[in-house]
């Protein structure tokens, strides 16, 4: 979805994490019935905050969220002077390599991919979301009092130890859990196995509630 400051939806000052938040909200609060929202790493955060704000999601399926974030101004002010250089592409390798710690062949990968212009394309983006989820605080006791059935996936060969701690966070908290890892997997397994990433998710979507 285009939610402000993405796409043709454009931007909004001052941009804060619960914009985004408010956007996914809007979203399923204009479905004739009750949803399920799918999001991936900064995406799967908003669809994890906006759980709290609308009684219309039915599950929720959550790839990666980046819940515990340390604060990253040095590698994020480093990435804009790449940008002002004109140099995107350093910019969105130094984010993958030293933020995300995505492995140097599956960034291979991922640059072989048509994905990898909008990616360029997005770059600040990154850099704006990075910071607003290291002023994110997850609360625990919070999260413990999420009611919706939720599907939490992770990459085996995920190598963040901010991510690691953020699925962690979420796996001992939530209590309507459903935990999957795709085995050999990384950051990113709806491009790496998309068929099992698919039928992973419909597999817990169509299911009937426990």
């Known amino acids: 979805m285009d939610r402000r400051a993405h796409g043709a939806s454009g931007d909004?000052?001052?941009?804060?994490?619960?914009k985004e938040v408010e956007d996914v909200v809007a979203v399923v609060a204009a479905q004739p019935g009750p949803v399920?929202?799918?999001g991936h790493s900064f995406g799967a955060v908003c669809a994890f905050e906006a759980a709290f704000h609308t009684a219309k999601i039915a599950k929720l399926a959550l790839y990666e969220?980046?819940?515990?974030l340390a604060d990253h101004s040095a590698t994020l002010a480093r990435m804009e002077a790449m940008m002002r250089r004109g140099d995107r592409e350093g910019a969105l390798m130094t984010f993958m390599r030293e933020i995300v710690l995505i492995s140097a062949d599956e960034v291979a990968a991922m640059k072989a991919r048509p994905s990898w212009a909008g990616l360029l394309a997005t770059v600040e983006g990154s850099v704006r979301q990075d910071r607003a989820?290291?002023?994110y605080q997850f609360d625990p006791a919070r999260a413990r009092r999420m009611t919706v059935p939720t599907l939490l996936m992770a990459g085996s060969k995920t190598a963040s130890p901010e991510l690691k701690r953020s699925i962690e966070s979420?796996?001992?908290?939530l209590p309507h859990i459903?935990?999957?890892?795709?085995?050999?997997?990384?950051?990113?397994?709806m491009d790496t196995v998309p068929q099992?990433?698919?039928?992973?998710?419909l597999s817990f979507l169509l299911a009937p509630n426990r």
């Open 178 to 189: 459903t935990m999957h890892i795709f085995e050999g997997q990384e950051h990113n397994a």
């Open 196 to 201: 099992e990433f698919a039928a992973t998710l």
């Open 170 to 173: 979420l796996r001992e908290t």
């Open 65 to 68: 969220p980046p819940v515990r």
């Open 36 to 38: 399920f929202v799918l």
């Open 12 to 18: 909004t000052v001052p941009y804060t994490l619960q």
């Open 133 to 135: 989820l290291s002023q």
